[in-house]
């Protein structure tokens, strides 16, 4: 098993799957001659040519748009949307379409369709290139969204996502594209809608997803090390489908959880998480649970602030500390 | 023309009734007779009847509401009739449950301007919630499985919170509450309960203390040998179908409403220096409701043959049962029976019913030893308390009174001729 960034693990996914299967094909802007935004996809153009990589004007409508078109008639495309932020602009095709055309027209069409699309803040990018718009999409049924927080489940995941017959969106993000971690290589396959146990522990339970996972499992670390607190942690890698299981039976365990999101708090991922542990779990409920969150601020554009703004490992760390009192 | 249905007066002593719900929706069509709503009095709840044939044009009053005798509660109109209702103009009052004064003030023209009031009463009832432990719901359940009682045991999460940890420590510790071998009676504070008294006990209790207060009452027992009565019942009993049955109080009521036409005094009112010597004799009987009693009346039993009278209190106290009974049901009584023969009660001493002069306690008709003939043989033994007003009348009177009745029950072949 190699290790590698969460870059080289998503370039792979696209790249054996672009060879495995011939109806792949992957369009976005900077896609093709540029090599990709945040160079995942370079190589590919010299090597699948023109046709299969397809560089997009600036039009993320058009690019979702056209790429629902190619998926209902029977192609498999994986659409790069430069961030998540520009798929409001997408919105409409997201929504009313994608989520929506496999049901409304009595199963006459599938949407084998993969949206990319990299999200998250602080990279200095100012209020609306930074935002973490992950529960929005996962409010709506028919749209399948997936985030991993590892190189291996990027993969896997990854690779998953363009073989599922329903429209997938697919959210990285950007500042994690250099973390490292072991991924098997080859046909490796992670499934759709599992959550996944990433650290075991018996104290309390964080419950998180993507970026904030690494945030979580240094807190947890620094937990056990500094204070003797033993965490667990969850990784839910698909917000719809939701898969509870894994978090309730560790809730069940530790009586106590605090959910980890890089988004805002309000109506957000940890909201839901929260309200089915009480639904589920209530008997097993020994504390309040917490939410760590993003500031309920436009993020800033000024590092210091920004920083402040999102979620930090400290806010873990303190947040834990007032769940496990 | 278009006529006013009033809140019925249902009682001499009934000031106000509280409307319980509508039978007739408005536009219904109504026959007079037709019963047009419920009513709650002090007593009971009632029918009311329409006296009018029509349609119900319009309902002056929400269920719910209490209104005084008088008030108007529903406009009458012939089908198709269109009443301007600001020329049937009336006082009206209406006024809160809660007992606030009545407040006085014109009728309104216009229906929509009859004080709308909220809802009141029952449901703002204070309901105090002691004993709360302030515990995880994980805790909480810990303890039931476990039978730990958490109101012994600290908590030592946030604001004293008390969560798994302290329910753990409680089980390893063995204390404070875990069952032992020989379990200690566990005492459990009751929690006081604070509930507004019904109306109907609310009346019961300004009845008996007027009565108290007001009336020098006192007191003769009597043992009525009541064998051949009892063979009798059996015997009549047996020539009728289960629901015509004669109970021993149909027997009581025919023998004491007999033995009341030679004792006048003890079937009357005093008022002031006034005695009524009431021209009917009309039996109540004390019937057991929830939270009270209520009397239902046999009017005339002097003239009314046994299955009559068990026909009649049948009937009554089926109505009084399921809460449907009618004002001349409870009304009218001269004279009142309380039976707790049924209990197996032996002996008891009512409080006189005002404005009645006197009340008769029975107790149950119970085998016992008796002497007959110097021979100690297995009888039947009734024993009866008449409480009367001294005002009235005296001890020899109520004796002999009672000494008529044993005529009627040690004899009862009397009570059918």
Known sequence: MAEITIREAISQALWEEMERDPKVFIMGQEVGVWGGTYAVTKGFLDHFGADRVRDTPIAEAAIVGAAIGAAMNGMRPVAELMTINFAFVAMDHIVNQAAKLHYMFGGQFTLPLVIRAPGGGGRQLGATHSQTPDAIFAHFPGLTVVAPGTPADAKGLLKTSIRSNNPVLFIENATVYQQRGDVPEGDHLTPIGKSKVQREGNDVTLVTYSKMLGYSLKAADQLENGDGISVEVVDLRTLRPLDMGPVIESFKKTNRAVIVEEGWRSYGVGSEIAARIQEDAFDYLDAPIKRVAQKEVPLPYNARLEQMALPQVDDIIHAVKEVVR | ?417
């Open chain 2, 1 to 417: 023309m278009a006529d006013i249905v009033e809140m019925p007066k249902l009682g001499f002593d009934m000031a106000e009734g509280t409307l319980v719900k509508w039978v007739k929706a408005e536009k219904d069509p109504v026959q007079k007779g037709d019963v047009l709503a419920e009513i709650e009095t002090d007593k009971a709840t009632v029918e009311v009847e329409s006296p009018y044939s029509g349609v119900v044009f319009k309902h002056l009053a929400e269920a719910g509401k209490v209104l005084p005798v008088g008030a108007p509660i529903a406009v009458i109109a012939a089908e198709g009739e269109e009443v301007d209702l600001s020329q049937i103009a009336k006082p009206s009052v209406s006024k809160e449950t809660s007992g606030q004064p009545v407040e006085t003030q014109p009728y309104q023209s216009k229906v929509e301007e009859v004080p709308a009031e909220e809802e009141s009463g029952e449901g703002s009832q204070a309901m105090t919630t002691g004993g709360f432990v302030k515990a995880s719901p994980l805790a909480k359940r810990m303890a039931e499985e476990n039978k730990l009682d958490l109101t012994l045991i600290q908590g030592s999460g946030p604001d004293a919170r008390i969560v798994k940890r302290d329910v753990e420590k409680a089980l390893e510790s063995g204390t404070p509450s875990k069952r032992k071998e020989i379990a200690k009676p566990k005492i459990v504070s009751g929690q006081d309960q604070v509930i507004e008294i019904s109306k109907l006990r609310a009346a019961i209790g300004k009845r008996m203390l007027e009565s108290r207060q007001t009336i020098p009452d006192f007191y003769v027992t009597y043992s009525y040998n009541t064998g051949s009565l009892m063979q009798m019942r059996e015997d009549m009993n047996r020539d009728l179908p289960d629901d015509e049955r004669l109970s021993v109080n149909d027997f009581i009521i025919r023998a004491v409403a007999l033995a009341l036409r030679e004792f006048p005094n003890l079937n009357a009112s005093l008022n002031g220096n006034q005695l009524t010597r009431f021209g009917d004799i009309n039996i109540g009987s004390a019937v057991a409701v929830e939270n009270g009693l209520l009397t239902v009346v046999v009017r005339n039993a002097d003239q009314k043959p046994l299955p009559t009278i068990s026909a009649e209190m049948r009937a009554m106290v089926a109505r009084v049962k399921n809460g449907k009974v009618r004002n001349e049901d409870i009304e009218g009584s001269t004279f009142t029976i309380s039976n707790l023969g049924m209990f197996g009660v032996e002996d008891f001493v009512a409080i006189i019913n005002p404005p009645e002069a006197a009340i008769l306690a029975v107790g149950g008709a119970l085998q016992v030893p008796i002497i007959q003939n110097g021979q100690i043989i297995i009888g039947w033994q009734m024993n009866a308390t008449l409480s009367a007003d001294h005002r009235i009348t005296d001890g020899a009177e109520a004796a002999r009174f009672m000494q008529k009745l044993a005529t009627f029950l040690e004899q009862p072949w009397r009570l059918v001729q």
